[in-house]
């Protein structure tokens, strides 16, 4: 069965972010009440399984050995089967 | 009151995907049944407003004139009321 595992993958809290700073600086520059702005990366993994629970597991494993880097990401994963 | 809008900017279907080929190509080679796989920019905006429906007006704004590019990039608004 096919599934799409949507992997969001952000930076630990107290690393730095010059991507999110700019980004909130640039937006009150506009005129925006903005207090903060968090940058993550979102990959959306079209695999086959044989189930959920195994498109889940794939989706840890990949998310640990290429997509997240355990020293300074954290990383959510939501797995849907695709119809 | 407090808000936090969760803006996701993907690529529209057709443009060029160097990071999600090359994403994808290193899941196959590390033996994942990988088909497609996209990736997209996740921005969380913390931000004052008054309302759910205003700080979804300004979210909308945000994306249009500053976290999307209208000619390449699809984007999604989801926002929620920071208790």
Do not use: C, F, W
């Amino acid at each position: 069965m096919k599934y799409a595992a949507k992997i969001e993958v952000s930076l630990k809290p107290g690393h730095s972010n010059p991507e999110g700073e700019t980004t909130s600086r640039l937006l009150v520059e506009l005129g925006y009440k903005v207090q903060a702005v968090d940058v993550s990366k979102l990959y959306t993994v079209h695999l086959d399984a044989t189930s959920l629970a195994e498109a889940e597991a794939k989706a840890e494993e990949m998310s640990k050995r290429l997509l997240a880097n355990p020293t300074k990401d954290n990383y959510t994963i939501s797995v849907a089967e695709v119809k």
